[in-house]
Structures are given as C-alpha cells and as structure tokens.
C-alpha cells in the first residue's frame, strides 16, 4: 500500500473523529439549554397550561417568536394565546423559538407522531425588514377527517 492511501486514509479516520467529536458537543450543549428553558417559570406556566388542555382535539401550534398558539379542531377557535411578552419575556430570536419547538415536541410526543401532527417550519418577514424563524405542529388532514366523522357521527346520534 501506498504512503499516500496511508495518509488520506488516516486523514479520513482523524476527520471523521473530529466530527464525531463537535457534533457530541454540540448535543451536550443543546440538552443543557433545553433543560435550563425547562425549569424557567415562563416554560413552566406555558406547560401547565398545555397540559390543562390534553383533553381537547388540537389541530394547529403555532410558536412564533412572539409567542405560542394553539386552535382547537371542532369547534375551530384560539384555546391558547400565550404572549411572552406579556408573561415576561420580550426576548424574540430564533434560537428561542427553536428550543421552545423542541421543549412541546419532547415534552408533548402527541406532536411527534407522524400520522397525527406534521412539524413545519416557515420564515416571517417584519416589518423592519427582520427574518424570523417560526414552527407549526399541523395536525394530518387524514386524522383530522377522521376526528370530525367521529364527532358528526356523536351527533347524529344525540338527535
């Protein structure tokens, strides 16, 4: 073999090592940020509430950088308006909207069932020329028919 094979393959192994290496990082530190947000008392607040409405059908979560809202599928209205603003954090950049996704996906795992919810993410273009990044659980128009047959079927059957 070679001195040059030799080289580029052990250049390879040292690359893939060093990746290996910032990407274990990089996961270490963004589970330290996640579990700092948890214990705040705006996520906390937020969570109580979530969890005080586990009984509904939700149909969309929107997290945006100035907040978080949540529609319910029949009836369709706004169950959740939490403002962070108004709950005491005016703080409004991607990185926050980011890990407060992350936060209602682990702590939530209805969000993450992929024949259920779809997660999407979309830029928001302000007024001041500003880019942000903002997330939506959707619920699948397949379950969603699938609830409102059930709930129609209820209905029929009440009369």
């Known amino acids: 073999m070679s001195s040059l094979a030799v080289f580029s393959f052990v250049a390879c ?10 990407c274990a990082k990089a996961h270490v530190d963004e589970t330290a940020q996640l579990n700092r947000l948890r214990e705040t008392a705006l996520y906390q607040e ?17 997290i945006e950088g100035s907040g978080i809202t949540m529609t ?9 308006d939490f403002k962070f603003k108004h709950n005491g954090n005016s703080l409004r950049n991607d990185a ?9 996906a682990e702590d939530f795992p209805i969000f993450m069932q992929k024949r259920i919810y779809t997660l ?5 273009y302000r007024q001041n020329g500003r880019k942000e990044q903002d997330y939506s659980f959707i619920m699948q128009r397949g379950y969603k028919d699938l609830l409102l047959a059930e709930r129609y079927a209820l209905e029929i059957r009440a009369y």
């Open 72 to 80: 319910t599928v029949c009836p369709a209205h706004i169950v959740l």
């Open 120 to 124: 999407h993410s979309y830029t928001v």
């Open 96 to 104: 926050f909207t980011r890990l407060y996704t992350e936060l209602i």
């Open 13 to 22: 192994v040292v690359a893939a090592i060093a990746i290996y290496l910032a």
């Open 46 to 62: 937020l969570h109580l509430k979530m969890s005080a409405l586990r009984h509904l059908d939700i149909d969309t979560i929107r």
